[in-house]
């Protein structure tokens, strides 16, 4: 259904998702996944929009340490993906206990990075690996986020304000975009039980986390400054795909 241009089922990649319920690429793995049936000849311009992120007015502790962008694609039989109009994001409380049981409207995506051939590329991979895992699914909702985690001195950001969790949805990429002055802000996996299955860090451009939503719960540590005197953030992507 996702493509005709092959499977991706070679890397290992099944495998490791249908046995632990997620999976680690390093960059280099994840560059060539995407770059296979993509580009990314726009990519220094997709990294910089997250300079141009918004606060989010949604933190219940008011705190200012994240920004973002939001914006929802579908996804049909035919393998393209096709922004449709702004629209807010919504978790239920069953997965969202801070958040959760609002629509939470965000500033969205750029035009831009929208139509940028990088995301573009993004999309498609995710579209091929997830399509190739639930082979009965026909259609997909799928929302966008750029996140940037700002940390100050004595003001840790906090990558997953609502802990340990899941989002509701089948499937979730998260794309390190870029680190800059920061320490921690380590990812990690527990079973529904609680039972830590594994942690790893997202540290260079294109590390990335893929993640069986229905099976694992995830979060990330807080993040510091290495340098106090210096401006520190985090920058993911992260994309889900929820079946329609």
């Given at each position: 259904?996702?493509?005709?241009?092959?499977?991706?089922?070679?890397?290992?990649?099944?495998?490791?998702?249908?046995?632990?319920?997620?999976?680690?690429l390093?960059?280099?793995?994840t560059r060539?996944?995407?770059e296979?049936?993509?580009?990314?000849?726009?990519?220094?311009?997709?990294?910089?929009s997250?300079?141009?992120?918004?606060?989010?007015?949604?933190?219940?502790?008011?705190?200012?340490?994240?920004?973002?962008?939001?914006?929802?694609?579908?996804?049909?039989?035919?393998?393209?993906?096709?922004?449709e109009?702004?629209?807010?994001?919504?978790?239920?409380?069953?997965?969202?206990?801070?958040?959760?049981?609002?629509?939470r409207?965000?500033?969205?995506?750029?035009?831009?990075?929208?139509?940028?051939?990088?995301?573009?590329?993004?999309?498609h991979?995710?579209?091929k690996?997830?399509?190739?895992?639930?082979?009965?699914?026909?259609?997909?909702?799928?929302?966008?986020?750029?996140?940037?985690?700002?940390?100050?001195?004595?003001?840790?950001?906090?990558?997953?304000?609502?802990?340990?969790?899941?989002?509701?949805?089948?499937?979730?990429?998260?794309?390190?975009i870029?680190?800059h002055?920061i320490?921690?802000?380590?990812?990690?996996?527990?079973?529904?039980?609680g039972?830590?299955?594994?942690?790893?860090?997202?540290?260079?451009?294109?590390?990335?986390?893929?993640?069986?939503?229905?099976?694992?719960?995830?979060?990330?540590t807080?993040?510091?400054?290495?340098?106090?005197?210096?401006?520190?953030?985090?920058?993911?992507?992260?994309?889900?795909?929820?079946?329609?």
């Amino acid at each position: 259904m996702h493509g005709d241009t092959g499977t991706i089922a070679k890397d290992g990649l099944h495998a490791r998702l249908q046995r632990e319920g997620f999976a680690f690429l390093a960059a280099a793995q994840t560059r060539a996944l995407i770059e296979r049936d993509g580009g990314l000849r726009d990519w220094a311009m997709f990294a910089a929009s997250w300079n141009d992120l918004v606060m989010d007015g949604y933190l219940v502790d008011h705190g200012r340490f994240r920004r973002r962008r939001h914006a929802v694609f579908s996804i049909g039989a035919d393998g393209i993906a096709r922004r449709e109009a702004h629209q807010p994001h919504f978790q239920s409380r069953d997965y969202n206990r801070v958040y959760g049981g609002i629509e939470r409207w965000f500033e969205p995506l750029t035009a831009a990075v929208g139509e940028s051939e990088t995301l573009r590329s993004i999309l498609h991979f995710c579209t091929k690996l997830f399509g190739e895992l639930s082979p009965d699914v026909r259609n997909w909702r799928v929302e966008t986020h750029q996140f940037r985690i700002e940390a100050r001195p004595g003001e840790p950001g906090l990558p997953t304000p609502e802990g340990m969790h899941r989002d509701g949805v089948d499937w979730v990429l998260v794309l390190m975009i870029a680190r800059h002055n920061i320490a921690s802000g380590t990812t990690t996996i527990h079973s529904l039980a609680g039972e830590l299955l594994g942690s790893f860090t997202l540290a260079t451009p294109f590390d990335a986390a893929l993640v069986d939503d229905a099976r694992v719960l995830h979060g990330v540590t807080p993040v510091e400054p290495l340098d106090p005197s210096r401006a520190a953030c985090r920058d993911v992507l992260v994309v889900t795909f929820k079946r329609a």
